[in-house]
């Protein structure tokens, strides 16, 4: 008798690691990560952020950006600087967090981000610039 309700504590103790270990998986909303953050995804993006990796179509053009920087506040604000050129706008999440839609901003027209990894120190998205895609793989700075 005690074998069998040994058994069936570790049985329903076994079926609760396994449905918890499942819940953090489906926790992971971009494809590049994190599986769980402390962090909410509005403190992980407000950070200024520079170019670790720019690609446009798959093909390497780092070199061109190395000056590049963008900043995203928690209050929706967004600047980005590259040498003497700079600009200010507005940003907020769209489309269950997936996405960032970046506007206001001066010479830019309306841009949508889509989010790759969202970490407190890497931050990686793409965009489409008609048919380019344009990929940023951004960290701290």
Same mark, same amino acid.
């Given at each position: 008798?005690?074998?069998?309700?040994?058994?069936?504590?570790? =049985?329903?103790?076994?079926?609760?690691?396994?449905? *918890? $270990? $499942?819940?953090? +998986?489906?926790?992971? /909303?971009?494809?590049?990560?994190?599986?769980?953050?402390?962090?909410?995804?509005?403190?992980?993006?407000?950070?200024?952020?520079?170019?670790?990796?720019?690609? *446009?179509?798959?093909?390497?053009?780092?070199?061109? *950006?190395?000056?590049?920087?963008? !900043?995203?506040?928690?209050?929706?604000?967004?600047?980005?600087?590259?040498?003497?050129? !700079?600009? /200010?706008?507005?940003?907020? $999440? +769209?489309?269950?967090?997936?996405?960032? @839609?970046?506007?206001?901003?001066?010479?830019?027209?309306?841009?949508? =981000?889509?989010? =790759? /990894? @969202?970490?407190?120190?890497?931050?990686?998205?793409?965009?489409?610039?008609?048919?380019?895609?344009?990929? $940023?793989?951004?960290? +701290? /700075?």
């Amino acid at each position: 008798m005690k074998i069998m309700i040994i058994f069936k504590k570790t =049985l329903a103790i076994l079926i609760l690691l396994g449905l *918890v $270990f $499942f819940s953090f +998986q489906s926790c992971s /909303k971009y494809s590049e990560g994190p599986l769980i953050s402390l962090r909410s995804k509005t403190e992980r993006v407000s950070n200024t952020w520079k170019v670790d990796n720019y690609k *446009v179509n798959g093909v390497d053009y780092t070199s061109l *950006v190395t000056e590049y920087s963008e !900043t995203f506040t928690k209050e929706g604000n967004y600047s980005y600087e590259w040498q003497i050129i !700079t600009g /200010k706008g507005t940003w907020a $999440f +769209q489309n269950n967090n997936m996405e960032i @839609l970046i506007s206001g901003t001066e010479n830019q027209s309306t841009v949508v =981000l889509n989010i =790759l /990894k @969202l970490e407190e120190k890497q931050f990686w998205y793409y965009y489409m610039d008609g048919d380019d895609r344009k990929e $940023f793989h951004m960290i +701290q /700075k």
